[in-house]
């Protein structure tokens, strides 16, 4: 099973990213999925995270109203779009996947699926 993270990179600050995650190996159609980041010096904090079907959505409060995290099933992706960003931003992406749970939990040993994550630097 792989979770693979894409679509970091340098941005201005204000500026907007999309973060992708495809599972292969096995279907996460039926679990909750979320987004994960650590920056520099900093423990992991949890992002957003989404339901199995895509109906419920939740996110931290320092993303809230600027970041949104979708899925599609079909594809057995996840996305994460951010928009207005901001220099404490900058920190490495992960996506999770849990294997039983088909909401989301902010607690990332809730999750048994890991991608490599994905860089993304914001410049002021």
């Known amino acids: 099973v792989q979770l693979q993270a894409s679509g970091g990179g340098l941005v201005q600050a204000g500026g907007s990213l999309r973060l992708s995650c495809a599972a292969s190996g096995r279907t996460f159609s039926a679990n909750a999925m979320a987004w994960f980041r650590r920056a520099p010096g900093k423990e992991r904090e949890f992002v957003a995270g989404?339901?199995?079907?895509?109906?419920?959505?939740f996110y931290s409060d320092s993303v809230k109203g600027r970041f949104t995290i979708a899925r599609d099933n079909a594809k057995n992706t996840v996305y994460l779009q951010m928009n207005s960003l901001k220099p404490e931003d900058t920190a490495i992406y992960y996506c999770?996947?849990?294997?039983?749970?088909?909401?989301?939990?902010?607690?990332?040993?809730?999750?048994?699926?890991w991608g490599q994550g994905t860089l993304v630097t914001v410049s002021s």
């Open positions: 999770a996947a849990d294997q039983v749970a088909v909401v989301a939990s902010i607690a990332a040993r809730s999750y048994e699926y």
């Open positions: 989404i339901s199995w079907s895509g109906t419920s959505t």
